[in-house]
Antibody, heavy 121, light 108 residues
Framework: QVQVVQSGAEVKKPGASVKVSCKAS????????LHWVRRAPGQRLEWMGC????????IYSQKFQDRVSITRDTSATTAYMVLSSLRSDDTTVYYC??????????????WGQGTLVTVSS | EIVLTQSPGTLSLSAGETATLSCRAS???????LAWYRQNPGQPPRLLIY???SRATGIPDRFSGRGSGTDFTLTISRLEPEDFAVYYC?????????FGGGTKVEIK
């Protein structure tokens, strides 16, 4: 069965970077892109970006373009999201999730459990 | 960026009743690239509907989606306990992919 399992909670200081991992299993890793979504203040979900796990090419929301990097390791069937220059308002839950189709322009049908990132001095 | 506006913000209903949720887009969503998700407390979102009206795997026919262009609706018949949650719509026609602000369905 398809599984998306994220790394555990992180506590970081303002200005630091955080790296969250996302291990996918139960399907052909390079066929379906992986997205990163977070909860925005006020609870709206915010899409951060998506990586084509076959080519390694990623697209990003302009809001995060300068601070986020999404990569993948095909041998480990794992994707990574690095968010830099952390601020207090980056404190929230981050989700990794698999596309329902073979492009990033798709619904998202398998979600990880979420990773809480806390930014505090 | 396509802005999705969901209404109402909160819907108070009883088990067994029908919920009707709305999602309006700031511009037309071609190919009906719109999805609906349910999120229960402490859980990740779960895909319910994709392409505006197709039910995702394992989703019962109590859930139905319709609409096109800028106006979309999710209807949930015969509300069950797990349906009292927050619902989000999402468009995937343009980058950035965007989500609505959510509708909370609560127990009356």
């Amino acid at each position: 069965q398809v599984q998306v399992v994220q790394s555990g909670a992180e506590v970081k200081k303002p200005g630091a970077s955080v790296k969250v991992s996302c291990k996918a299993s139960g399907y052909s890793f390079t066929t379906y892109p992986l997205h990163w979504v977070r909860r925005a203040p006020g609870q709206r979900l915010e899409w951060m970006g998506c990586i084509n796990t076959g080519t390694g090419f990623a697209i990003y929301s302009q809001k995060f373009q300068d601070r986020v990097s999404i990569t993948r390791d095909t041998s480990a069937t794992t994707a990574y999201m690095v968010l830099s220059s952390l601020r207090s308002d980056d404190t929230t839950v981050y989700y990794c999730a698999r596309s329902g189709d073979t492009t990033c322009y798709s619904s998202i049908n398998y979600w990880g459990q979420g990773t809480l990132v806390t930014v505090s001095s | 960026e396509i802005v999705l506006t969901q209404s109402p913000g909160t819907l108070s209903l009883s088990a067994g009743e029908t919920a009707t949720l709305s999602c309006r887009a700031s511009q037309s969503i071609s190919s009906n690239y719109l999805a609906w998700y349910r999120q229960n407390p402490g859980q990740p979102p779960r895909l319910l509907i994709y392409d505006a009206s197709s039910r995702a795997t394992g989703i019962p026919d109590r859930f139905s989606g319709r609409g096109s262009g800028t106006d979309f609706t999710l209807t949930i018949s015969r509300l069950e306990p797990e349906d009292f949650a927050v619902y989000y719509c999402q468009q995937y026609v343009n980058s950035p992919l965007t989500f609505g602000g959510g509708t909370k369905v609560e127990i009356k």
